[in-house]
């Protein structure tokens, strides 16, 4: 099946400093991918959609500017936590899919700590 | 809004237990809904689906039944293998976000343990 990577699998930053995650679909094209946060025993809460060379859509409530999304390729899109602060630590997970109506492939997931 | 709600857990069986997650969802129109499990270390993989009404997604000897009328998607398996040991997921598809897609909204996911 379609494989997600994510990279860093874990992450601990300083306050205020900027952390870039990165995921990659890597057997296939990903015209959408999806950005999750997880906070302990809770739901995947959706942050943002990204199409491949457009601008992400993010959620409500969801800080554009301090959660920076970038789909510049079909197999490549960036999650940078901007000036991060403790309340920013949590597992930030994305999803990859080709086509309109395809599947989600998920990643492993991206374990963020601010400290 | 829409809205999954699954049984907490965690759940703890022994092998060839009978095993059943509870789901039940909140949504307008006719979503699709899923299960997707996460073995340790992993992401979510989509374990099975259904579509629409009365249909019966399966996968690996686990079952889900779309019920309208109760508006659930239990998840049931009649004999848990230690391998099976993961988080596991309920999830419908019915919202369509601004981004020109559907998006996925999650049950908070239930952790199952089964025991030699």
């Known amino acids: 099946g379609a494989v997600v990577s994510q990279h860093p699998s874990r992450v601990i930053c300083k306050s205020g400093t900027s952390v870039k995650i990165e995921c990659r679909s890597l057997?296939?094209?990903?015209?959408?991918m999806f950005w999750y946060r997880q906070f302990p025993k809770k739901s995947l809460m959706l942050m943002a959609t990204?199409?491949?060379?457009?601008?992400?859509?993010?959620e409500q409530g969801v800080e554009k500017d301090k959660f920076l999304i970038n789909h510049a390729s079909l197999t490549l899109s960036t999650l940078t936590v901007t000036s991060a602060h403790p309340e920013d630590s949590s597992f930030y997970i994305c999803?990859?899919?080709?086509?309109?109506?395809?599947?989600?492939?998920f990643g492993p997931g991206t374990r963020l700590t601010v400290t | 809004g829409d809205s999954v709600t699954q049984m907490e857990g965690p759940v703890t069986l022994s092998e060839e237990a009978f095993l059943t997650i509870n789901c039940t969802y909140t949504?307008?129109?006719?979503?699709?809904l899923f299960w997707y499990v996460q073995y340790p270390g992993e992401g979510l993989q989509l374990l099975l689906k259904?579509?629409?009404?009365?249909d019966k997604g399966s996968n690996k000897g686990f079952e889900a039944t779309y019920r309208k009328e109760t508006t659930s998607f239990h998840l049931e398996k009649g004999s848990v293998q230690v391998s099976d040991s993961a988080v596991y997921f309920c999830?419908?598809?019915?919202?369509?976000?601004?981004?020109?897609?559907?998006?996925?909204?999650f049950g908070k996911g239930t952790k199952l343990s089964v025991i030699p």
């Open positions: 259904a579509t629409k009404a009365d």
């Open positions: 057997d296939f094209q990903a015209t959408t």
């Open positions: 999830a419908l598809s019915g919202s369509y976000s601004g981004a020109g897609s559907y998006q996925l909204t």
């Open positions: 949504a307008t129109g006719y979503p699709s």
């Open positions: 990204s199409n491949e060379g457009s601008k992400a859509t993010y």
């Open positions: 999803s990859a899919r080709s086509g309109g109506g395809g599947e989600q492939y």
